[in-house]
C-alpha cells in the first residue's frame, strides 16, 4: 500500500505524487503499475472525449435541460440504467483481469500485484452490488412502476433526482480512485479491524467507505419513495391485489431498502469515525469490537440480497406471464411468497459468519432460518413453470433470460442449502466454493433479470425494439460463459482454493482456473454483444418502430401508452377494474375499447427540472473526495453548498408546470389516429418487422 | 369535513384544493417513512451502546460519569419544547395571530438551544475528567449515541429558524403548513429518542 509524502498538505490535503498512477507507472514500469495507469488514462480520456463530442455537436444544452436536472421519472431511470451499464463494463473488465492472474500465476507471480490484486476485487464487488446492480433495478422501477400503477410520477420526484445524483456522485468517486490514489484492498463488505487505520493507513479504505455511504444515503431515499409512490398513488380502483407482480416485487424491495440500508450507514460511519476520528468500535484494542460490525454490515447484507433479486422476479413474472400467453398462475401465492421472502431475509444475517465463534445453537437457529427461504423461492418457481404450462411459449429473448434463470437459480439454491449447514460451511467456508454460489444466484437472479427487462421494455422507452439476433447472440455468451466461469470455482472451492487469492501454490487448479478464465472473456464478450446489439438496434430503427406502444401483447397499463410516452403518462387516468385491465380491455368481449377516444381531458400539472438535485448530488461527491483526501476546506465548503441547496429549494415557489388540456388532446388524439392506421400483428409474429406495436386480438 | 382534512388536522389547509390535500398526504406519510428509518439508525447506535457498554477498559465507567440532574433537567427541557411546538401547531391550524405562532416557535427554539448548551457542557464536563471518546470502546458509543440525537437536535433548530423565514416571506402557505407539520413530526420524535436515551443511558448508568 503507497503512501506517499503530501505535496502541498495546506492545500491538497493528503495528495502527493505518487498518488498518479502515471507517475508510479513511470518510476516502477511493471505491468501492474501499467495496467492502472492504463486504467486510469482511460477515464482521464474517456471524460474528455464525452465532453469533446458534447462540445463539437452543441448538445450541453440540450443534456442539461432535457436530462441531467429533469424530475421526470422515465429519464431519471433512463439515467440510472445508463450509469449501471457504465460500471458494468468496468467491474466486468476487472473481473476478467484477476481470472487471468489467477491462471497465470500457479506457482508464479503473475502480473499483477498483490496490492493491485486486492483493490481490483474490492472495487469489482463494490462496483456490482452498489453501482451496478442497484442503480440497474432502481431504474427499472423509476421507469416502470408509475406506469403499472397508473400514475403520473413518482411521489417525490425533487428526492428522486437527488438520489440519482448521490447514485452518480458515489460512482464518480469509485472512477476518481483510478485517477488518483487508490481503491481499498479490504474487499466489498470492508471487514475491520483490516479496514482500521492501522492496517490500511492510505486513501483506499475512505474512497470506499465515503462511495458506499452516499450509495446507501441515495437508496434509502429511492425505497422510501417507491413505498410512497406504491402506497399513495395508485389509480382509482388499483387495489393491491390487482398490482402488477413487479409493482408488488418493488413494493417489498423498497420497504428492504428502507430498513437495511440505514445499517449499512450506520456501519461504514462507525468505521469512519474509527479512522478519522480515533473512536475505537471496531478496533483490536481499547474495548472495539469488530463482531459489531459483521452484525451491522450483514444486517443490510442479506437483505440486500433479496432487494436486489426480488426486481428480477417481478421482471420474470411479467416476463413468463407475456410470452406464454397466460395469466399468472398463483398469484395470491406469489404475493404472499414475496412478502415471506422480504420478512425472512431480516432473520438470516448470521450465516455470514457461522465460523465467527458463537453457539453451535445460535448458528443451528440461523441455518434452520436460512433454509427456510428455500421455500417460498421454490413456490414462485413453480408458479413461472405453472405459468408456462399449456401455455403459447414464445422463446424471444426476455424468456430465453427467464429460462435461463429458473434452470440455474435452482442449481444455486441447491449449493446455498450446502452453505447454510453450519458444519459444512465450516468445510467450503472463505473458499471459491462461495464465490461460484454467490455468483450462482446473483448472475441469474439480478443481471438475467434486468436483461430480461431491459429487452422488455426498451421498446417502451425509446419506441423501437432491439435486434433480436444480437440479443440470442449476448444471450448465448452469458449463459455459457457463466458456466465456463463460475462452475469450476465449485470445484476448486470444494478442493481448498481460498477466495480472493493472488497466486496459486497448487498445480493442480490450472485447468480449472484455465476454464473459469475462458468463461470471463466469453462473459466479457457478451458485454460485448449487447453493445453491438444496441448500435445495430439504433441504426435499424425505422424497421422496429412501435409506435402504439405494445409490441408485445402486453397486460400491464404500461403498454397502453404510446412508446414512448409523453411526460404526463397517462393522458387522462385509467379507472382499474381488475388485475389486467389493459389486456381484459383488449380481448375481452363487451369490455371499453383501450384505444377508445375519452370524453374529456383536463390540465395536467408536472414538475418543472430542477439544477439542485445535481448540486447537492455532485456537491456531497465532493465534500467526499475532500474528507478522502483530507482537504478540510474543500469538505466544508462542499458541505455548505449542500446545505445551501436544499435551503433555496425548500423557499423555491412554482416548481411546477401545467400543460393544459387542449395540448394533451391534440397529442393524445394524434397518437390514437397513429394507432387506428397501424396494422394489428398476431403475436407469433412480435418479433418480425411488421410489429408496429398493435396486437391482434384473438378471442 | 372532508376526509383527508381530518386525516392531517394540524394542517387546515383549508380551500387549496383537491392536489394539494394529496401532496400533504404523500408529504406526511413520505416523511414518517423516513422516521422510521431513522429510527433504525438510533436502533443500531442502542444497540452498540448496548454490546459496549462494558468496554471500559479501566477508563471511565457509567457510574463514574453520568449525572442524573443535568440528564433529568435535559429531559424536562426536551418534553417542554415538545408541547410549546405542539401550542404553535395548533397557533397554526386555527390561524391566530402571527405573533403568537413566532412566540411557540421561539420558545420551541429557545429550548431547544439550551438543551444543546446543557449537553455540550455534560460533554465538557467528562472531557474534563478524561472522560472522550478516544478513551474506551464503551465511551466511543456513548458519545456516537448521545452526539446523533445532539445532531438532530442542532438540525431541528436550524429548520426550525428556516421555518421562520419561510413564514416571513410566503406566510402560513400549503407548502409551509406541510413543513411545519414535518419539522414538528421530527421534534417529536427526537424527544421519544431522548427518553429511551435517559432511561437506557442515564439511569440505567447510575442505578443499573
Ligand atoms: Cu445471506
Not at chain 1, 208 to 232: H, P, R
Not at chain 1, 401 to 411: E, G, K, P, R
Not at chain 1, 509 to 536: D, H, K, M, N
Request: charged share 10%.
Amino acid at each position: 500500500m503507497t503512501v506517499s509524502a503530501p505535496l502541498w498538505p495546506a492545500v491538497l490535503g493528503r495528495f502527493g505524487w505518487q498518488d498518479l498512477p502515471f507517475v508510479r507507472a513511470w518510476e516502477n514500469p511493471t505491468i501492474s503499475e501499467l495496467i492502472g495507469a492504463f486504467a486510469g488514462a482511460l477515464v482521464v480520456v474517456g471524460a474528455v472525449v464525452v465532453a469533446a463530442l458534447l462540445t463539437r455537436y452543441g448538445k450541453w444544452r440540450y443534456l442539461w435541460t432535457e436530462w441531467l436536472t429533469s424530475l421526470d421519472h422515465k429519464k431519471i431511470g433512463i439515467m440510472y440504467i445508463v450509469v449501471a451499464f457504465v460500471m458494468l463494463s468496468r467491474a466486468l473488465v476487472e473481473a476478467v483481469l484477476m481470472r487471468m492472474q489467477q491462471a497465470v500465476a500457479i506457482e508464479h507471480p503473475g502480473f499483477l500485484s498483490p496490492d493491485h490484486f486486492g483493490q481490483l476485487f474490492s472495487t469489482h464487488g463494490s462496483i456490482m452490488i452498489f453501482f451496478m446492480a442497484m442503480p440497474f433495478l432502481t431504474g427499472m422501477i423509476n421507469y416502470v412502476l408509475p406506469f403499472q400503477l397508473g400514475a403520473r410520477d413518482m411521489a417525490f420526484p425533487w428526492a428522486n433526482s437527488i438520489a440519482l445524483w448521490l447514485t452518480i456522485g458515489a460512482a464518480g468517486l469509485m472512477m476518481a480512485s483510478l485517477v488518483v490514489g487508490e481503491f481499498s484492498t479490504g474487499g466489498w463488505s470492508g471487514y475491520p479491524p483490516y479496514t482500521e487505520r492501522a492496517f490500511s493507513p492510505g486513501v483506499g479504505v475512505d474512497y470506499w467507505i465515503w462511495a458506499v455511504t452516499l450509495g446507501s444515503i441515495g437508496s434509502t431515499m429511492a425505497g422510501i419513495n417507491i413505498a410512497c409512490t406504491v402506497y399513495k398513488l395508485r389509480a382509482p380502483g388499483m387495489r393491491f391485489m390487482r398490482m402488477q407482480m413487479f409493482s408488488w416485487t418493488s413494493l417489498c424491495t423498497s420497504i428492504l431498502m428502507i430498513f437495511a440500508m440505514p445499517p449499512l450507514t450506520v456501519a461504514t460511519l462507525l468505521l469512519a469515525l474509527d479512522r478519522y476520528l480515533g473512536f475505537h468500535f471496531f478496533t483490536n484494542d481499547l474495548g472495539g469490537n469488530m463482531m459489531n460490525y459483521a452484525n451491522m454490515f450483514w444486517l443490510f447484507g442479506h437483505p440486500e440480497v433479496y432487494i436486489l433479486i426480488l426486481p428480477a422476479f417481478g421482471v420474470y413474472s411479467e416476463v413468463v406471464s407475456t410470452f406464454s400467453t397466460k395469466d399468472l398462475y398463483g398469484y395470491t401465492s406469489l404475493v404472499i411468497a414475496t412478502m415471506a421472502i422480504a420478512v425472512l431475509s431480516f432473520t438470516v444475517w448470521v450465516h455470514h459468519f457461522f465460523t465467527m465463534g458463537q453457539s453451535a445453537n445460535v448458528n443451528a437457529a440461523f441455518g434452520i432460518a436460512t433454509m427456510t427461504i428455500g421455500v417460498p423461492t421454490g413456490v414462485k418457481i413453480y408458479d413461472w413453470i405453472w405459468t408456462m404450462f399449456r401455455g403459447e411459449v414464445r422463446f424471444t429473448v426476455p424468456m430465453l433470460y427467464a429460462l435461463a434463470f429458473m434452470m440455474t437459480f435452482v442449481l444455486g439454491g441447491f449449493t446455498g442449502i450446502i452453505l447454510a449447514m453450519p458444519p459444512l460451511d465450516y468445510l467450503v467456508h472463505n473458499t471459491l466454493f462461495l464465490v461460484a454460489h454467490f455468483h450462482n444466484m446473483l448472475i441469474p437472479g439480478l443481471l438475467y433479470g434486468m436483461l430480461a427487462g431491459y429487452h422488455y421494455w426498451f421498446p417502451k422507452a425509446f419506441g423501437f425494439r432491439l435486434d433480436e439476433r444480437w440479443g440470442r447472440i449476448a444471450f448465448g455468451c452469458w449463459v455459457v460463459g457463466f458456466y465456463l466461469a463460475f462452475f469450476p470455482l465449485y470445484v476448486l472451492g470444494a478442493s481448498g482454493m481460498a477466495r480472493r487469492t493472488q497466486a496459486i501454490f497448487e498445480p493442480s487448479f490450472r485447468p480449472w482456473l484455465y476454464v473459469a478464465c475462458v468463461g470471463a472473456f466469453v462473459l466479457l464478450a457478451a458485454l460485448t454483444s449487447l453493445g453491438i446489439q444496441l448500435w445495430v438496434s439504433i441504426r435499424d430503427r425505422a424497421s422496429t418502430r412501435v409506435e402504439a406502444g405494445d409490441p408485445w401483447d402486453g397486460r400491464g397499463l404500461e403498454w397502453s401508452v404510446s412508446a414512448p410516452p409523453p411526460e404526463y403518462n397517462f393522458a387522462v387516468l385509467p379507472l382499474i377494474d381488475g388485475r389486467n385491465p389493459f389486456y381484459d380491455h383488449k380481448h375481452d368481449e363487451g369490455q371499453p375499447d383501450p384505444y377508445a377516444s375519452p370524453s374529456s381531458y383536463e390540465d395536467i400539472v408536472v414538475p418543472r427540472g430542477s439544477a439542485t438535485s445535481v448540486v447537492i448530488g455532485l456537491a456531497a461527491a465532493v465534500a467526499a473526495f475532500g474528507l478522502i483526501w483530507e482537504i478540510w476546506g474543500l469538505a466544508i465548503v462542499a458541505l455548505q453548498i449542500v446545505v445551501a441547496a436544499v435551503v433555496l429549494r425548500s423557499f423555491g415557489r412554482d416548481q411546477h408546470r401545467t400543460i393544459p388540456a387542449a395540448e394533451v388532446a391534440r397529442e393524445h388524439e394524434k397518437w390514437l389516429a397513429r394507432v387506428r392506421a397501424t396494422p394489428a400483428i398476431p403475436r407469433q409474429l412480435e418479433t418480425a418487422a411488421v410489429n408496429r406495436g398493435l396486437a391482434e386480438i384473438v378471442a | 369535513m372532508s376526509e383527508p382534512e381530518l386525516a392531517h388536522a394540524g394542517l387546515n389547509l383549508g380551500d387549496t384544493g383537491e392536489l394539494t390535500k394529496d401532496q400533504a398526504e404523500n408529504a406526511i406519510f413520505g416523511f414518517w417513512i423516513f422516521l422510521m428509518s431513522d429510527a433504525v439508525i438510533f436502533a443500531l447506535l442502542f444497540a452498540t451502546y448496548g454490546t459496549m457498554i462494558a468496554s471500559t477498559v479501566g477508563g471511565p465507567t457509567p457510574a463514574s460519569e453520568f449525572k442524573l440532574l443535568p440528564a433529568f433537567v435535559e429531559t424536562l427541557l426536551l418534553l417542554t419544547s415538545s408541547a410549546t411546538f405542539g401550542r404553535a401547531t395548533i397557533a397554526m391550524k386555527y390561524d391566530e395571530p402571527r405573533r403568537v405562532l413566532f412566540g411557540w416557535l421561539g420558545a420551541t427554539l429557545g429550548l431547544g438551544l439550551v438543551f444543546l448548551a446543557l449537553e455540550a457542557n455534560d460533554f465538557a464536563t467528562m472531557f474534563a475528567h478524561g472522560a472522550y471518546p478516544m478513551r474506551s470502546g464503551f465511551l466511543s458509543s456513548f458519545f456516537a449515541l448521545v452526539g446523533l440525537h445532539g445532531l438532530h437536535v442542532a438540525v431541528a433548530c436550524f429548520w426550525l429558524v428556516v421555518m421562520v423565514g419561510q413564514i416571513c416571506a410566503y406566510g402560513l402557505d400549503a407548502r409551509v403548513r406541510i413543513n411545519l407539520l414535518r419539522l414538528g413530526l421530527f421534534w417529536h420524535l427526537l424527544d421519544i429518542v431522548w427518553i429511551a436515551i435517559f432511561s437506557v443511558v442515564y439511569l440505567q448508568g447510575n442505578i443499573g
